[in-house]
C-alpha cells in the first residue's frame, strides 16, 4: 500500500492550500480515508475523515468551517481543502487509511499512512 501526498508548501494567514493523496495497492472506495497533522514538538493529531463513498465527513474542531475534504474513488485520490489557513495549522500533513469510519479519528486505528507533507503558514 502506497500513499502518496502532494500539495502542501508556504502559505499566508488567510490564503489557501490544497492537499492530495493518491492511494495504491489497496480498494480504494472501500477504504476510509483521512488526514492528520504533526506541529513540531506535538503529536500527531486527527485533522478529518470520509467515509467510503464521501456521504460522511468528520473534522476537528480546530480546523471545522475551514477545511473541506472530499474524495474521488475513480481516481484513488483524498482531498484537503484548506481555507482561512492560520499560523497554528503548520504542520506535517499525513495522509492515512482505514477501515472503521466511527475510529478513524483514533491515531492508533490507522491503517496506513502516507509520507507527509508539509504545510507552513506565515503570519
Known amino acids: 500500500v502506497q500513499l502518496q501526498a502532494s500539495g502542501g508548501g508556504l502559505a499566508q494567514a488567510g490564503g489557501s492550500l490544497r492537499l492530495s493523496c493518491v492511494a495504491s495497492?489497496?480498494?480504494?472506495?472501500?477504504?476510509?480515508m483521512g488526514w492528520f497533522r504533526q506541529a513540531p514538538g506535538k503529536e500527531r493529531e486527527f485533522v478529518s475523515t470520509?467515509?467510503?463513498?464521501?456521504?460522511?465527513?468528520v473534522y476537528a474542531d480546530a480546523v471545522k468551517g475551514r477545511f473541506t475534504i472530499s474524495r474521488d474513488n475513480a481516481k484513488n485520490t483524498v482531498y484537503l481543502q484548506m481555507n482561512s489557513l492560520k499560523p497554528e495549522d503548520t504542520a506535517v500533513y499525513y495522509c492515512?487509511?482505514?477501515?472503521?469510519?466511527?475510529?478513524?479519528?483514533?491515531?492508533?486505528?490507522?491503517?496506513?499512512w502516507g509520507q507527509g507533507t508539509q504545510v507552513t503558514v506565515s503570519s
Open positions: 492515512a487509511a482505514g477501515s472503521d469510519f466511527a475510529r478513524m479519528t483514533i491515531r492508533a486505528e490507522v491503517a496506513y
Open positions: 495497492g489497496l480498494t480504494f472506495s472501500n477504504t476510509i
Open positions: 470520509i467515509s467510503r463513498a464521501g456521504a460522511s465527513t
